[in-house]
């Protein structure tokens, strides 16, 4: 499932490939799909990562919204071939690009607002303690936590567990345990984590995949995610798998507390 550092890899590509080109059509190979009105003429004047979301900015007021999902990928080709689980085709001058999808459930629609994010935004102008307040008392635990949209966004299961691995806190330790220290060096290691990631396209463990469709080289940067048995890089303990709310949470038993 796309994260923050593979919605932003699309959304940095695309700012370079599309921005300031016209739409020429836009077509719906999948019926699931809502009618998007007619872009033709409109202009792409910025693309930009809010949330989860790509965010394509038409002129006239206009925002062409993208939701990838579990395995929506965006899809830059010269040829106008379709590729195979392709459900929209946005046609630019010299340009297609393609939403590919196999599961089909990303979604595409236009919208006359930017979206608002409803949780915090890691880069930018965030505010610790403002995240302290709102939840520093709950009793969730803090990987899932970590993990929700409404308190901080574009964190999903792969780089909740590396966050949590470097910064030696125990995924299913409660928020409210965490001193102020841990705080700090959990958004610390946050910004870290996912600011490399970034810088190398992506994490592709499956079918991960950038704009041109190439994989992220981030999968070789990763310490605990999908390394149950191996020895921890910091400590040599073999990492454990739990399941936490259905999904597997990698962690090393010997630095996490
Ligand atoms: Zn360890």
């Known amino acids: 499932m796309p994260e923050l550092p593979e919605v932003e890899t699309l ?24 009618p998007l009105g007619n872009l033709r003429g409109k202009t792409v004047m910025n693309v930009r990562r809010c949330g989860k979301i790509v965010n394509i900015e038409l002129d006239g007021g206009y925002y062409l919204l993208i939701h990838l999902r579990m395995t929506g990928r965006l899809l830059d080709q010269t040829e106008p071939a379709v590729p195979r689980y392709a459900r929209w085709q946005m046609s630019l001058e010299g340009k297609e690009v393609f939403l590919v999808d196999p599961r089909r459930f990303a979604t595409v629609r236009v919208a006359r607002k930017c979206p608002e994010n409803t949780g915090a935004e890691i880069f930018g102008d965030f505010d610790l303690q403002e995240l302290v307040q709102r939840h520093g008392c709950r009793k969730i635990k803090i990987k899932t936590l970590l993990m929700d949209q409404n308190a901080i966004c574009g964190i999903g299961n792969i780089y909740a567990c590396e966050i949590l691995h470097r ?72 990492v454990r798998r739990i399941k936490q709310s259905g999904r597997g949470t990698y962690f090393c038993p010997t630095c996490q507390k």
């Open 11 to 34: 959304c940095r590509q695309l700012q370079r490939e599309i921005s300031g080109k016209k739409i020429i059509k836009t077509r719906i190979f999948d019926k699931k799909l809502s």
């Open 167 to 238: 910064c030696g806190i125990h995924p299913e330790k409660e928020a409210s345990r965490l001193t102020n220290a841990q705080w700090q060096e959990m958004i610390r290691q946050a910004k870290s984590v996912l600011k490399k990631a970034i810088a190398r396209r992506g994490t592709s463990i499956s079918d991960w995949r950038d704009l041109y469709g190439r994989k992220g080289d981030n999968q070789h940067e990763l310490t605990v995610y999908g390394k149950a048995g191996s020895p921890c890089p910091f400590c040599g303990s073999p």
